[in-house]
């Protein structure tokens, strides 16, 4: 299937695509193959290599084609599902091992930013601020926060009044939130294309236009067949989450998750006024709505972002919705121009959490982050290689026996357009 093209984004426009990757032509053997550039890709690859083992990345496009490329550029501790309903499902230790990897994939983001002096990407530590869009929102928000402090001891919540919430946003659209302290925000693609450089740097083998075409296991080894070479590795790992179902050899991971188009907008730099007035401190925002919108400020810039769209290209309809639902919250931004539209794709999963495990001995696979890996997805590409060369890891309920399947598979887009316009709907009615 044809690669989408690059993302018209302001990632893209700030930190344009190095022409220093070209494809593989020649063929080769590898102690470890990865399939996908990604942030998973690209730190399980520095942490084979602390290994001393021999590793090459093969991308099917350039480097930030994907998800990894595209996101919104949030770094937060947290998972799709929260810790409180982890903790009915599957016991409070259990939750306490998640709430400990979710903490622990920002601090290591932190430390691989210092590590490979990835100055340049923007990292700020500002915090990420819930926006109650109503009094039963705001309830349940400060109901997961005391529960996070009273029983996890998480102490960077901070439930927050209309008024100061207003005073963070410019807007009087919410009626309280929560602060997390620890999260962050940076510039994606420059963050990707850092982790490139500093394998390259390191004698990693990094390769864009490579799509792998198939992949067999053949006498104790495996083969990867690419348009111009084949390699030859000990082990492989699977790493090309929401965009699996673009070949061949990521079919089982993509029958494990659903692909869901996240869109974002980004306005022209605004006047000084506006730019005062507006998100001034610079956080992540969300609000808590179904259908969930975030937002935050770049370079004079407000970005605006969500989900609701599916299939392989932009939605026209989709960045309507979403300039419609921005200027709703933020009616002084009428009349200032939409700059920029792009989107990507996130992977869904069935039960919210994301996944990594084994096929077989020699084929590792890690994806499902819900649209929140930025953290997430470095750190699970870091726990899954440390696994297959046998060093300490703790992926607690990340790590599955055997790779999930999407019930209904072939209904899948059936499906999510339907919870989808249900959940609008529910927004819409204030329900």
């Known amino acids: 299937m044809p690669l989408p093209p690059p993302a018209k984004s302001l990632w ?67 998972f799709r599902r929260g810790f409180s309903d982890i903790a009915r499902s599957h016991g409070l230790e259990m939750a306490q091992r998640m709430h400990t990897i979710a903490t622990a994939s920002v601090e290591h983001l932190t430390t691989t ?22 009094a039963k929102a705001l309830y349940h928000a400060r109901q997961e ?61 990094v390769f864009a236009q490579t799509a792998v075409q198939s992949i067999a296991e053949q006498g104790g080894r495996v083969v990867l067949t690419t348009p111009g070479a084949s390699v030859i590795a000990d082990r492989v ?38 730019d005062k007035l507006l998100l001034p401190k610079c956080r992540s925002y969300t609000e808590t709505r179904r259908m969930m919108r975030w937002f935050r400020k770049v370079d004079g810039r407000v970005i605006f972002g969500g989900r609701g769209a599916l299939g392989a290209v932009d939605a026209p309809a989709a960045f309507r919705r979403l300039e419609g639902a921005m200027r709703k919250i933020f009616p002084e931004l009428h009349d200032v121009p939409i700059a920029l539209r792009w989107s990507g794709q996130v992977a869904l999963t069935f039960d919210g959490l994301p996944q990594a495990g084994l096929l077989s001995n020699r084929i590792g696979y890690a994806a499902g982050f819900n649209g929140a890996g930025v953290a997430m997805s470095g750190f699970v590409g870091d726990q899954i290689a440390r696994r297959m060369t046998g060093q300490p890891h703790d992926l607690a309920l990340i790590a599955r026996a055997s790779i999930p399947k999407v019930p209904f598979y072939p209904l899948r887009a059936i499906a999510v357009r339907s919870t989808t316009f249900f959940y609008e709907m529910l927004d819409a009615a204030g329900l």
């Open 113 to 134: 930013l210092n590590r490979f002096d990835l100055s340049n990407t923007g990292f700020r530590r500002v915090g990420a601020l819930k926006c109650a869009h109503s």
């Open 145 to 205: 926060a005391d529960w996070l402090r009273n029983t996890l001891g998480d102490t960077g919540l901070h439930v927050l009044c209309p008024e100061a919430v207003a005073e963070e946003t410019g807007s009087s659209s919410f009626v309280g939130g929560v602060l997390q302290d620890g999260a962050g925000t940076i510039q994606p693609l420059a963050y990707l294309l850092g982790l490139w450089r500093a394998a390259k740097a390191r004698g990693i083998g």
């Open 237 to 274: 790992l699977l790493a090309t989450n929401a965009y699996s179902w673009l070949s061949p050899a990521g079919k089982p991971i993509a029958r494990s998750i659903v692909p869901f188009r996240s869109a974002m907008v980004a306005t022209e730099p605004l006047p000084d006024h506006l």
């Open 12 to 78: 893209r426009e700030q930190e344009p695509a190095s022409p220093d990757y070209p494809a593989l032509l020649q063929d080769c053997a590898y102690d470890i193959a990865i399939i996908g550039g990604g942030y998973t890709g690209l730190h399980a690859a520095h942490t084979f290599a602390d290994a001393g083992l021999s590793v090459i990345v093969l991308e099917a496009g350039e480097p930030g084609i994907g998800g990894s490329g595209r996101n919104g550029g949030v770094v937060s501790a947290k």
